[in-house]
């Protein structure tokens, strides 16, 4: 499986991620081959190699004339440019959920809808090029699965559209809720808006580089000197083992013949909150010929007790047994399509870097199919014919 670990000791940008991307190997005319399927005009892309702390870097600067430097659009027209591209579907996919991801930040934030969200600095032409460049130069480097490190942290303040504001930007603290954060703390800013939906959007983990054998390594440059290299590294290679996730699983089980069976439903509804990975019941045959129920709770290894602790409190037992299970799964993964009744997430399980399976999410179809008041079914048919097209 091909992996592209994303090293943001100095955190990232949309710029950064384009030079990284071209240092490691994403052709640079084959990029703006395809960028000018998105008839944009009146911008150049400069590349050149600059040296930051002594480190030899690539340098992008996506430099705009003052009129379309000036021209903002909104998350409708940029869909709509993306869209009507010549761009392969995978491209246009992974630009729209990057630029989704920072118009649903920007609303919450300024207490807006995605499509009212009237983009200024992230709806001019560099932004476009950086985030729909960045999805063009993984389909060149062969759609890499991406890992990411933790994030650096940074403070002070920056001035933009909307005035002065705290760093890191409003937007960007949305975007990177439930992401790992390393402490840094220095003065400006390191993660921009643009650079947090890229990575939050393409990574599909954040922690250490993963078991890999290297092959290539790319440095994009910042634009600021800063007292450390300002520098993002991507490390291209294989993953080495290459084989579906696996690990050590408690199964928590106990035998019940005296419970009302009308409370199992608070009882699987209180493991799953607590974060159980299955729970079920399995009808049996007991001691003097009573019908009773199996019931079995799949937990982290180390939750062992906090989940028999939930079981023996729930229910009518008077005690559990515990047994340690290997695991093996598919890698899974997310992605979301749009279809005429909205976006449907697709779960992917792959082995070795090759979809093996792809299914989209009930909930979400069945929420889509309530909202439009169609059949579940045709929501779910819609989900499965946009990510075949897009694939």
């Known amino acids: 499986m091909k992996i592209a670990y994303f090293d943001c000791f100095a955190g990232i940008s949309g710029d950064m991620t384009l030079g990284a991307l071209i240092d490691a190997g994403a052709d640079v005319e084959k990029l703006q081959d395809a960028l000018s399927g998105l008839h944009l005009h009146g911008y150049k892309i400069e590349v050149k190699s600059v040296e930051k702390s002594h480190i030899m870097a690539t340098d992008v600067n996506v430099v705009v004339d ?74 060149l480097l062969d759609r890499p699965k991406v890992v990411a490190s933790p994030l650096p942290t940074f403070h002070g303040f920056a001035t933009g559209a909307h005035g002065t504001f705290p760093l890191p930007a409003p937007a960007t603290v949305e975007l990177l809720q439930g992401v790992p954060l ?34 290539k390594v790319g440095h994009g440059s910042g634009k600021k000197e800063r007292e450390f290299p300002n520098l993002l ?29 009308q409370f199992y439903d608070s009882v699987m509804e209180r493991l799953f909150s607590a974060g159980a990975l299955d729970v079920y019941l399995s009808p049996i045959q007991m001691k003097k010929n009573r019908p009773g129920t199996l ?46 009744y909205g976006r449907i997430r697709i779960k992917i399980g792959e082995l070795g870097g090759k979809i093996i399976n792809a299914s989209p999410e009930y909930e979400d179809c069945k929420k889509a199919a309530d909202a439009h008041n169609v059949p579940v079914k045709l929501v779910y048919d819609a989900a499965v014919a946009a990510y075949s097209d897009i694939m």
């Open 182 to 215: 390393r402490r840094f703390d220095v003065e400006g800013e390191l993660v921009t808006p643009t650079g947090a939906a890229i990575i939050t959007t393409i990574a599909s983990e954040f922690g250490s580089m993963p078991s890999m054998s290297i092959n």
């Open 295 to 340: 019931l079995s709770v799949l937990c982290p290894f180390d939750k062992a007790h906090e989940f028999s602790e939930i079981v023996l409190k729930e229910t009518s037992t008077l005690g559990v047994r515990i047994t340690e299970w290997d695991r093996i799964c598919l890698d899974r993964r997310w992605q979301e399509v749009e279809t005429d």
């Open 66 to 139: 003052d009129h379309h430097h000036h021209h903002h659009r909104g998350l409708t027209h940029i869909r709509e440019i993306i869209q009507q591209s010549g761009l392969s579907g995978w491209v246009k996919d992974t630009a729209i959920r990057i630029f989704t991801r920072l118009a649903e930040a920007e609303a919450k934030v300024h207490g807006s809808t995605p499509d009212e969200v009237h983009f200024h600095e992230v709806g001019a032409v560099d932004a476009i090029v950086d985030i729909v460049g960045t999805a063009i130069c993984l389909e």
């Open 233 to 261: 590294r991507v490390i291209l290679g294989e993953g080495v083992g290459d084989y579906p996730s696996s690990g050590r699983i408690v199964v928590i089980e106990t035998n019940i013949d005296d419970f009302n069976p």
